[in-house]
């Protein structure tokens, strides 16, 4: 008596052989059902850092967590001068993250951040490192992988950048006071969202 498999079992023949062509189909599609759920690995995170001389490190979720976290309540402004995004952002400083796998950026150094879609954006040396006057505008610059109650990976806009000023809103006018690299676009367009690398560039 021969068998078939179908991709999660080794069925025998004899239990379909004189069964209906749409019945054999039909078993097959549902003993397949079971193999193809959805694909979550997907949604795990991993930060890709690449320095200076090309090398990599992948952050994942649980170092992400095991270093200093920072959590604070914020917004930003989009190019209507609306303000979106208000909420509770809870994630790790870009810094944080940065030095614990050694890098620690330079004043003509800055990072490239880029999204799964490969929409990027940069950003310098003070917005990592924020003198006491950049501090009282943008506040820290951190990663979040938590909005509110909802963590990754449910949460979809996750990993993104976020601003942490102390009166709880990253404006136009404070993006555009807190870069000297004429960076187009309204301050939203800077709270990255779906991170999924940073690259050091001098």
């Known amino acids: 008596m021969g068998t078939y498999s179908d991709g999660c079992k080794t069925m025998k023949k004899s239990s379909v052989a004189y069964y209906p062509l749409t019945v054999i189909f039909l078993t097959i599609i ?12 997907s949604k795990e995170f991993s930060l890709m850092i690449v320095d200076l001389t090309g090398s990599s490190t992948n952050i994942t979720l649980s170092t992400l967590k095991s270093l200093d976290i920072i959590s604070g309540t914020s917004s930003y402004e989009n190019s209507f001068n609306n303000t979106r995004g208000y909420g509770v952002y809870t994630g790790v400083a870009i810094s944080s993250i940065l030095e614990s796998i050694g890098i620690t950026l330079l004043p003509d150094e800055f990072l490239i951040v880029t999204a799964t879609d490969g929409y990027s954006g940069v950003f310098q ?7 006491a006057s950049w501090q009282n505008v943008q506040g820290s610059l951190i990663l979040a992988y938590a909005f509110n109650e909802t963590e990754l990976p449910e949460w979809d806009l996750g990993p993104r950048i976020a601003f942490l000023p102390l009166d709880e809103l990253y404006s136009n006018a404070d993006k555009g006071n807190t870069s000297s690299l004429n960076i187009a676009g309204s301050a939203g367009s800077r709270w990255i969202s779906n991170v999924v690398s940073f690259e050091v560039k001098r």
């Open 30 to 41: 549902v003993g397949l059902s079971g193999c193809l759920q959805p694909d979550t690995s």
């Open 125 to 131: 040396y003070e917005n990592i490192y924020p003198n």
